[in-house]
């Protein structure tokens, strides 16, 4: 099967290079090394092959984007990330097929940029370009001048995805009792009345870049309904049934200049989303409430280092104790900072780099300092670690998955 | 009568040298020089070589469109290689106003984001190379107070020369010296001194064309002599006043691409 699909793929490549199709991508050798708790397992050992192929046909053009990752255990995955095809007109450019789509201007955090769902398999870890998971249906783009009207139509529901249970980025799931699952109503059938729907006006001006949104969609992340019998042992039997929910968004985000800052701005309001609780008291182990997530962030230059900081809250509207307790809430509102520190020497070819994010109500953290040398051109080195730490929230459950990697890419 | 002739084209030569040299003042020369005409419109190829003390290379190609808008010259640029930037592109908006900041914006292919930054890093290096932001700009004459030293002729160009000192203490140059040549208004060659007044980079414009009618610096080098880089910049297929669209100064074009 391996065979087949490199075959294949080289037959497509050869079959295209004839045309002066634009090739492009990279090679990649990932290892990674655990290193918190005594460990020090090669919990990664990763090559990639990530391949752009694209052609400009004037008012149209094509991209396909396949990677291939093999595996530790000689395990092929192929992922075709994108595939469209654009069609440009004068003041529209239609874009058509699965692709990944970006919105706001917030870095590493997802508040307006909720169209392409993420996929966790490796948590927050990978690039954010393998993070995202191209959606598949119809963006239209209409241009006046530096202002933007952009309307995408998804026929096609994707979800995140999530690691395997047995992975060690599976996300900790504390129910009370031992839960069976019933995935019964975890599929959303492709229909019109499925679809989803999101607009997007957007401006790019002297004074201030901005962007207004609105979506009606399914929340990426499936809400874990629960249900409680009584077995014939005298026990309860807890069933999870997870499904994913209708939810109607607008927010907005903004980017402007004050001197050497770059300020930035980002906030969403959800209308109806689900959350998730342990509780046994709340029914069905969910409560629905409006949600806010807003970000406050800047981006600077001292001493040659550039730094960029965020600051992000959620709120729960009409919040109620019994919510207690998640993963991702201990409280009303959830605060957290996220600090970027990079420093560039030897005319470029050498960067420091510190990326944290830090929650303060769970006081966890993930710090991922990294080292990038360009040997080349073509041949980037990174060495880095990724340190989790605090015993609970979003980093927190990982804090045994403390790690350090290196990776050997070549961009061709 | 032709002896004549000749001894009236001499006294006017040496009349007009005289008038440059008595009447020009550093600040009138560096704002003649800002001021120069270069079209409307421009479109060009740029090769960046950037080699090392160890005489390793690296080689950057950049597609740039520029275009005068009266109040606002508005400048994008697509990076073609390595392979790890193409597709980046940068667009700048710089004001004729007095005071008023370069608006920035960069499209990082990867993240699929368009991002403002901030003009007020200009001292950075431009893609790892020997040149500023600054240096690659026009920088507003205004900024700096200016000098002419003494005249000089530089590889067979008479040449004034220009001492340019910021009136910012805080600017990442102590002074400047700048050849410009006579009635053409291109500085030939530009020494760049650091905040210790030590002497930091030289700058030397190798070919200029005249295209369209209008003089193009086209070949300059740029020599680190702190930690011996150099940065060749080289134009090719420069084209003046082709009428570029307006519509190529915008986001949709960073996104999309040339």
């Not at chain 2, 010296?177 to 700058?203: H, M, N, S, V």
Request: include cysteine; proline fraction near 3%.
């Amino acid at each position: 099967m391996k065979t087949k699909i490199i075959l294949i793929l080289l037959i497509i490549a050869n079959g295209l290079f004839a045309q002066s199709v634009d090739f492009s991508g990279y090679v990649r050798n990932y290892s990674g090394m655990l290193a918190g708790n005594g460990n020090s397992d090669f919990i990664i050992q990763q090559n990639t092959f990530n391949l752009n192929i694209e052609k400009n046909l004037g008012v149209s053009s094509f991209k396909v984007n396949p990677m291939l990752y093999h595996n530790n255990q000689d395990s092929l995955t192929l992922k075709l990330r994108e595939i469209y095809l654009d069609l440009n007109f004068d003041n529209i450019d239609i874009r058509l097929g699965k692709q990944q789509i970006v919105w706001g201007k917030a870095d590493g955090v997802f508040i307006t940029d909720i169209i392409s769902p993420k996929d966790l398999y490796e948590f927050l870890l990978p690039d954010f370009d393998e993070i995202r998971i191209g959606v598949i249906g119809a963006k239209l783009n209409y241009y006046l001048g530096n202002n933007t009207f952009e309307f995408v139509w998804l026929p096609v529901f994707t979800s995140t995805n999530l690691p395997n249970n047995n992975s060690i980025w599976a996300p900790q799931m504390n129910f009370a009792i031992p839960p069976t699952f019933d995935n019964s109503k975890k599929e959303i059938i492709p229909s019109l009345e499925n679809s989803e729907i999101f607009m997007k006006y957007s401006a790019l001006t002297e004074i201030v870049d901005f962007e207004l949104m609105g979506g009606y969609m399914f929340d990426d992340d499936a809400v874990m309904f629960s249900t409680i019998l009584p077995n014939n042992l005298g026990g309860m039997n807890l069933t999870i049934t997870p499904e994913y929910k209708r939810l109607s968004v607008a927010g907005g985000s903004f980017s402007t200049t004050l001197g050497p800052f770059v300020l930035r701005g980002e906030g969403a309001y959800y209308f109806g989303k689900y959350f998730n609780t342990n509780n046994l008291a709340v029914d069905n182990g969910t409560i629905k409430k409006d949600y806010v997530q807003y970000m406050f962030g800047t981006d600077f230059t001292l001493f040659d280092i550039n730094i960029s900081t965020q600051f992000i809250q959620k709120a729960i509207l009409d919040y109620e104790e019994i919510i207690q307790p998640n993963n991702l809430f201990n409280d009303e509102y959830n605060n957290m900072l996220t600090f970027l520190a990079k420093y560039s020497m030897l005319n470029e070819t050498l960067d420091l780099e510190l990326f944290t994010y830090y929650d303060f109500e769970f006081d966890d953290a993930l710090v991922r300092p990294r080292i990038l040398y360009n040997f080349s051109d073509a041949i980037n080195l990174q060495f880095g670690a990724n340190i989790f730490s605090g015993s609970s929230g979003q980093f927190g459950q990982y804090n045994y998955n403390d790690m350090i990697y290196g990776k050997v890419i070549y961009s061709f | 009568m032709k002896t004549l002739k000749i001894m009236a084209m001499l006294f006017a030569v040496i009349l007009n040298n005289e008038y440059y040299a008595q009447k020009l003042t550093g600040l009138e020369i560096v704002e003649n020089v800002y001021n120069r005409s270069v079209g409307e419109d421009m479109t060009a190829d740029l090769t960046m070589t950037l080699t090392n003390s160890s005489g390793d290379s690296r080689v950057r190609k950049i597609k740039q469109f520029s275009k005068d808008f009266g109040r606002v010259e508005k400048k994008i640029m697509f990076f073609v290689t390595p392979a790890d930037v193409k597709n980046t592109s940068f667009m700048n908006w710089s004001y004729d106003e007095e005071g008023k900041d370069d608006d920035q914006w960069i499209y990082l292919p990867a993240l699929k984001k368009t991002k403002r930054i901030s003009s007020d890093s200009k001292s950075d290096y431009f893609m790892g190379s020997d040149f500023t932001y600054d240096d690659l700009g026009d920088r507003q004459p205004k900024q700096d107070n200016h000098k002419l030293l003494r005249e000089e002729n530089v590889n067979g160009e008479n040449c004034f020369v220009v001492e340019s000192t910021p009136k910012d203490k805080d600017y990442m140059y102590s002074k400047t010296i700048t050849w410009i040549i006579k009635d053409k208004w291109i500085g030939l060659k530009k020494e760049f001194y650091d905040e210790d007044g030590e002497l930091l980079k030289i700058l030397n414009v190798d070919k200029y064309e005249n295209i369209n009618g209008f003089l193009i610096i086209t070949h300059t080098e740029m020599n680190n002599k702190q930690n011996d880089h150099k940065t060749i910049m080289e134009l090719k297929n420069v084209k003046i006043n082709t009428g570029i669209d307006d519509g190529k100064f915008t986001e949709r074009i960073m996104i999309k691409g040339m």
